[in-house]
């Protein structure tokens, strides 16, 4: 069994117009400090983004651990 990348994926978000639940995210982008999430509604065929932040990034971006 693989082990997720992302720790907290979402799951079972809302659909955002008919409110149906999505089980995971379509495709996801992280960066330093947020991770975009795609959603697409099997049911209507919505799709929309939706971004999670994360406090722990600062406005000056981390260095790389070589
Ligand atoms: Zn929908």
New binding site residues.
């Given amino acids: 069994m693989a082990k997720q990348a992302l720790g907290n994926l979402p799951r079972h978000n809302p659909?955002a117009?008919?409110?149906?639940p999505i089980v995971a995210p379509d495709w996801v982008e992280s960066s330093p400090g947020r991770t975009s999430y795609l959603w697409c509604?099997e049911?209507?065929?919505?799709r929309f983004e939706a971004v999670a932040y994360f406090a722990e990034s600062k406005s000056e971006p981390e260095p790389i651990a070589a």
């Fill in positions: 659909c117009q008919c409110g149906k509604c049911a209507c065929g919505y």
